[in-house]
């Protein structure tokens, strides 16, 4: 039987998904199921409030949500949900993600988002952080998240050349 997935990932645009899919790639990797959703906090503000105000019912227990520039996503999402939301700066055309980063991180006291780094890098470790929560109560996704490490870990040589 399907479970519903745990996880969220959403994004201010369809132009975020290039960066957003390596939060995707590494839930694939390890088999946890997400949804991805387009929700912008300045275009689609309804959406964004019905999904917040819902995620909790709708039986996620992660957010991550990925958005540039003005990057009000993330926060506004925390200001209506208590679930953990893991916000990722997707790199902006005018500053280089400065912007996100910023919007992101400064959040004020009282209302968390756990930030990661700008762009794919803190896509891929948003998806990472996201499988270690689930896996403090999934034993067998604990194991996967355990292996797939291991395996990184054996992927690097010693070689700079990269011949072993
Ligand atoms: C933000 O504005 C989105 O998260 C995106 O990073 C940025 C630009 O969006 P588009 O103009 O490409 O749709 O809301």
């Known amino acids: 039987m399907m479970t519903a997935p745990k996880i969220a990932i959403i994004m201010g645009s369809t132009s975020d998904w290039p960066t957003m899919q390596h939060a995707?790639?590494?839930?694939?990797?390890?088999?946890?199921a997400y949804d991805a959703t387009v929700i912008s906090a300045h275009r689609t503000p309804d959406r964004l409030v019905e999904f917040s105000k819902g995620a909790e019912a709708a039986g996620f227990h992660v957010?991550?949500?990925?958005?540039?520039?003005?990057?009000?996503?993330?926060?506004?999402?925390a200001a209506m949900t208590q679930l953990p939301v893991l916000g990722v700066p997707v790199e902006s055309a005018a500053l280089s993600g400065m912007d996100s980063l910023l919007s992101i991180a400064q959040m004020p006291?009282?209302?968390?988002v756990g930030t990661l780094a700008i762009g794919k890098a803190g896509?891929?470790?948003?998806?990472?952080?996201?499988?270690?929560?689930?896996?403090?109560?999934?034993?067998?996704?604990?194991?996967?998240?355990r292996a797939w490490r291991a395996a990184q870990t054996d992927s690097v040589g010693t070689d700079p050349r990269g011949t072993k």
């Open 24 to 32: 995707a790639d590494v839930l694939d990797a390890l088999d946890v």
């Open 63 to 77: 957010v991550i949500a990925g958005a540039g520039g003005a990057a009000h996503l993330p926060g506004m999402c």
């Open 109 to 112: 006291g009282g209302i968390p």
């Open 123 to 145: 896509a891929k470790n948003a998806g990472l952080m996201a499988a270690a929560i689930l896996a403090l109560n999934d034993p067998d996704l604990a194991e996967r998240l």
